[in-house]
């Protein structure tokens, strides 16, 4: 940490001379080489190999999701027997959880977002930053492993004592979540360090942009929440290898410690997922109603809420098997994290109102988003209360659930933030008609593959099933046919993202007239972030910004030019 | 030790990364990143300790009927010697801090010292357990303790013994290395008053190993 | 609203597009608390799309027209968005916590049944020791189910019921419910356990008041109304064989009883047997004692589950396996 030296640029062999003195060289191809990619500390370009590996860890999940949902389009064998299906689901959703959704806006976007949003150079601890992308792979390699050896049929909770017993490699994919565990865990470190002691004078907690204090909240649970799986992971691996006999009933263990143990990580976990979406929301709405934020303080209590009331309900997991005193309790306590979710999303309608709305893109990620996510959320009040939860427990309503959350949620906002942030990753703009076609594809594909799943739920479909009653099939058939809509939605989404980089226009610094400091320098970001320092301002005054029609680019308005802003310098 | 921070000011520029503004925020950075750490390290034996906590109010007979069959003397002689160690490390940060260089040497070593110590009578503790057959559940093979269920309940106390003093005995391990490492660079010179967050960060850790054995001791020897 | 909630959203005994029959005295209960959070989330859901639908359409970017919003905050309003669905969520706490202790409450004069759930197979042992592969029970009468696992959790899942709860190894969980109605319905394991977790299924039989204990009786004597090759059939269905043993020769986790009599068979310490009554006996007792070779070692042992006689109606039930 700190022992690194002034970086000096390397001989810029590569580019024309003229180009380097108009413009400074991009972080992108400052240097070059694989070695430069593998060994840099720079978290702009640790952002964006996070992003590549993952979006593969998508790819390979929604691909075996897609085999999921072709395997139940009749009950019995489709395509596939009993235990592969099992295999299936279970890489699913270890994949998608831990691979792709908990690492996706913090350690990716995050990553690149955060130190230029608070206009230092770096996070805090770069080393660190670079080891926790070092051990996201040694974890992804260790769960993709568990596929090549005997699999893994666990399901994603790893429940004891199924997993203790079953011989597929549950050691392998454990360690490998194990692993993933400390990556996030220093992702947090770094986080919240930089926040404390790298915010610029000036820029006080009530200045942050939002982004920072869902980054912030999300930190928090990362840092509280993940050791306790690693204990818990720890001890199943002991359990397995050893005996050792805490989650083994046939040792004098106990399988319902296990489900408290996973689920005190877990619940939580889903606040990781959701939080860092919600700031991306926040930054959204308000870029694209060209207006303030509404109840900037509400948004910033309500994440520290949530992040906080998440610990203090996982036993609404457990309403069928934990004791029915615990469950009063868990259930009481769930929904208290309705009431900030719903300032979030009052805020959000009330920042429309009366706004200049544009649709770009990214804004119908974010409009997707509030629809989907309040639909999700609001589901999860049926299995909050107890009575409900009993039926539906285990079946596809929760699946349904967890779907409207974790994809129409932190899905959607991930995709916009993407949109959002690529011209300022990669120095492209992308094509916005086929950008939004892609929204609209991926809403109804995801509406289709997914509401017919809270109807089988009620019905009684239980979930992790690959046989079922001929009565269920009409449902599955049309879920399972929007999952193919949804999968050419994506496709369509990939491909403007990278015909983009190919052949997408050069983007201007700052293209949606934002008033948060990443903006202020070039797209893409010279290696050191800033030239000069930038100035400390109001995140959401967006007012302060005019639209350059021939470049592209918001300037500053002539009132607020200060010399190092003069919109000739600035521009591109 | 935080009002040292002030004099860090000065620290020599190799020791600044180039995205530290100034070394006092550089040195904040680091001490909270590594309470952060510590923080995190609370949590993993908080997992250990709950459990402890739910299978000590399910089984209280077993629990104290298991402690008799640890060796008082040896956890005792073992916590005053975590506690030596505990000191000498503090002393290492003040030395480093004063700048003397002989005195942070003799310190640190004296603290791998007693790690090391430490580690032998653990050893030997385990290997008189591993003899009588005193070992977690699956293992367990004792007539000492009632069976009940086909399995020995007193297995789930020395199941939980061991995932204890195991996980302690990792961050020994990982202490010496730690300071091992500090040791190393101070051999070269490198701390002094105006550079010693190494040497601080890694006395935190090892005062948090020291206190995680202080509970250890207690529950799992004394109070059974 | 009332028709309107029957007609649309459930039905009574027969279904509904959302939920299945009400065949349990909780189900209409439940249903109650159901369709009580889907009005609260309906309004609330078309409220935030209509506000977002209509925002985006009146508020759309006009060329030269900024955006018109003077404040930027309005404590009043957020306190009113806080404390409303604040009340509103008291309310569904307090509806579901009701009907989940109804639910949860002992029952005196319960009739109560043992279930026993191991992979992938469900037993139900009624008070007078006979076990059957269905859960049969009287209409209008309490039921306790006293429930343990022999290997991984389970979990009991009757949707008309509106009932659940998790079969765990190494203790014991109860669940209760009184039926309604008379009929056969749908018993699921909504705990995943393996393999074949979406076939651990049963039926619930309720039989009309009175023709219950009939049934039991006659199901009970089974041993002395069927002949020895029929009970032990029965026997092979209700007790879990055919989970892991075909009759058609077809491979599945144990060695099919297909041809199994007389047959030379090789175990797993190279040795050669041939299958005699004996053997079979051996291999239900202490499956471990003599083990296949080729196969895992995962066959339970039925020591005390199964009397002397039903064994033999088995080895009987084997032997004519030849066809
Ligand atoms: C991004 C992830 C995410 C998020 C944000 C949530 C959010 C919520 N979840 Fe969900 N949940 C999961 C991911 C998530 N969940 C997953 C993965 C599982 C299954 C795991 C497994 O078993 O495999 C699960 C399962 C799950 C269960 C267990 C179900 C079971 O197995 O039986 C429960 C039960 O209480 C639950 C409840 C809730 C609640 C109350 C919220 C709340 O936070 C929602 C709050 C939001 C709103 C309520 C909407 C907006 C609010 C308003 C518009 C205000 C006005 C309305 C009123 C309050 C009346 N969830
Ligand atoms: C982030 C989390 C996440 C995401 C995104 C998804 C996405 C999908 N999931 Fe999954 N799912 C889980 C998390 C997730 N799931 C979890 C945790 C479980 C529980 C597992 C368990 O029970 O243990 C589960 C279980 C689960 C089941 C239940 C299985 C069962 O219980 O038997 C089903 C069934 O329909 C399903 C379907 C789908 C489908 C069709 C998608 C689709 O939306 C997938 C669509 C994706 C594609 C088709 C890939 C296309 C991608 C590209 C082309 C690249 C895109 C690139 C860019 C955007 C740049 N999932
Ligand atoms: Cu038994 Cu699932
Ligand atoms: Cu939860």
Known sequence: MSTTTEPKHRLPQFISPRSTTEQPL???TAERGIRSWLFTLDHKRIGVMYLIGILTSFLMGGVMALLVRTELLTPGPTIMDADTYNHMFTLHGAIMTFLFIIPSIPAALGNFVLPLMIGA??????RMNLASLYLWVFGAVFLVAAMGLNGLDTGWTFYTPYSTTTNSSVISATMGVFILGFSSI???????????????????????PLFLWSLYATAIIQVLATPVLG?????????????????????????????HFFWFYSHPAVYIMILPAMGIISELISTFSRTRIFGYRFLCYSSVAIALLGFLVWGHHMFTSESAMAAVIFSALTFSVSIPSGIKIFNWLATLYKGSISLTTPMCFALSFIVLFAFGGLTGLFLGALATDVHLHDTYFVVAHFHYVMMGGTLMAFIGGLFYWWPKMFGKMYNEFWGRMSCLGIFVGFNWTFFPQF???TKGMARRYYNYKPEFQGLHVVSTLGAFVLGVGLVICAAVLVHSLFRGRKAPPNPWGVATMEW???SPPPVHNFEDTPKVTDPYDLEGFVLNETSGNYERRPAGITSSQKPSEVKA | MIAEASSATQAPSRFRAHHFETAEQQYAASKLGMWLFLVTEVLFFGGLFVAYAVFRTLHPEVFMNSAQLLDTRLGAINTVILLFSSLTMAWAVRCSQLGQQRGLVICLSLTIFAAIVFLGIKGVEYSHKWHEGHLWASQYSSGDAASVGGFDRAGTFFSIYFAMTGLHAIHIVAGIAAIGWVLMRSLRGDFGPNYFTPVDTVGLYWHLVDLVWIFLFPLLYLIG | MNTLNQYLIFAESTGSVWLPSQSSTVAGEVDGVFSLILWISMIFFIGIVGALVWFVVRYRRQPGVPAQREIHHSTVLEIAWSVIPFMLLIVIFVAGFGTFMGMAAEVDDAYEI????????????????YIDDALHIPVDQPIKLTMSSDDVIHSVFIPAFRVKRDVIPGRYTTLAFEATQTGTFDLFCAEYCGTKHSDMYSDVVVHPSGEFEAWL???????????????GKALYKRRGCAQCHSVDGSQMVGPSFYKLFGQQAVLDTGEAISVDGNYIRESILEPQAKARAGYRKVMPTYQGQLKDEEIAAIIEYIKTLKE
């Open chain 1, 26 to 28: 991009s972080y992108l």
């Open chain 1, 121 to 126: 150079k770096d996070v805090a601890f770069p």
């Open chain 1, 186 to 208: 220093f992702t947090g470190i770094n986080f919240i360090a930089t926040v404390h002691t790298m915010r610029p004078k000036g820029m006080t907690w009530f200045r942050m």
């Open chain 1, 231 to 259: 204990i818990t992971l720890m001890l199943l691996i002991a359990e397995r290898v050893a005996g050792i006999g805490i989650f083994d009933p046939a040792l004098g263990g106990d399988p319902v410690l296990y489900q």
């Open chain 1, 455 to 457: 109807l089988l739920g």
């Open chain 1, 520 to 522: 202020e320098t070039t």
């Open chain 3, 114 to 129: 043992h279930v026993v759930g191991k992979k992938w197979v469900w037993s139900f042992q009624y008070p007078n020791g």
């Open chain 3, 217 to 231: 009786e006659k199901a009970s004597n089974f041993l002395e109304t069927m002949s020895p090759a029929d009970a």
